[in-house]
């Protein structure tokens, strides 16, 4: 005689709760607000950058800001897995920290979420000051199980795209099965 046991497992993601943050071209570190952003993950290019001891203007948690990741070849890109598909807000941490782009017009570049432009032409030194913290915020679904994000040079190519940190939340309920049977 066989038995066979079916087990099912539901776990509900609800809005506004973290699915995953990442320190870009950093180490493991916790925010004063009690986020854990992990040690740099899920990018699938790049160079890390680091500047320790930098003053970062707008933000309490200058060292987040103080290492990012940029990519001088190409697109910088990551692929970050979340549980499934739904609606998800995208937060990306920006701080232009290198002082070979203390200038406005020195480092442009557009980003693209799930292969859709979502802005274009960001030159962080002209649009917020050089070594200021500032989050661009996205709702997007992602259909295929992975937060696909794409920084690419603009025309004429001058600075590298680069990153400073990751954060995404469910935006809408995410509720996760799964199914197992064993016999």
């Known amino acids: 005689t066989t038995t066979t046991t079916t087990t099912t497992e539901s776990v509900l993601f609800v809005p506004g709760e973290l699915i995953t943050a990442i320190n870009c071209g950093g180490d493991t570190y916790t925010a004063l607000d009690g986020t854990v952003f992990a040690a ?3 990018f699938k290019n790049g160079f890390p950058f680091t ?3 930098l003053s970062i203007s707008g933000t309490l948690d200058d060292e987040l800001y103080e290492s990012e990741r940029y990519n001088d070849q190409a697109a910088l890109k ?3 897995d979340v549980p499934a598909s739904g609606l998800y807000r ?3 941490m920006f701080a232009d920290i290198c002082t070979c782009t203390d200038k406005a017009g ?3 570049f557009d980003i693209l979420i799930e292969g859709v432009t979502r802005t274009r032409n960001v030159d962080l030194t002209a649009q917020f000051g050089w ?5 661009f915020t996205y ?3 992602v259909s295929d199980g992975t937060l696909s994000l794409r920084l690419e040079h603009t025309e004429p190519k001058n600075d590298n795209p680069k990153l400073s940190a990751i954060r995404v939340v469910a935006d809408a309920s995410i509720e996760v099965t799964t199914t197992t049977t064993t016999t």
């Open 40 to 42: 740099d993950r899920d």
């Open 51 to 53: 500047q320790p001891g």
């Open 78 to 80: 990551y692929a970050i």
């Open 90 to 92: 995208v937060e990306l």
């Open 106 to 108: 020195e480092r442009t």
């Open 131 to 135: 070594a200021t913290a500032h989050t």
């Open 139 to 141: 709702v997007v679904f």
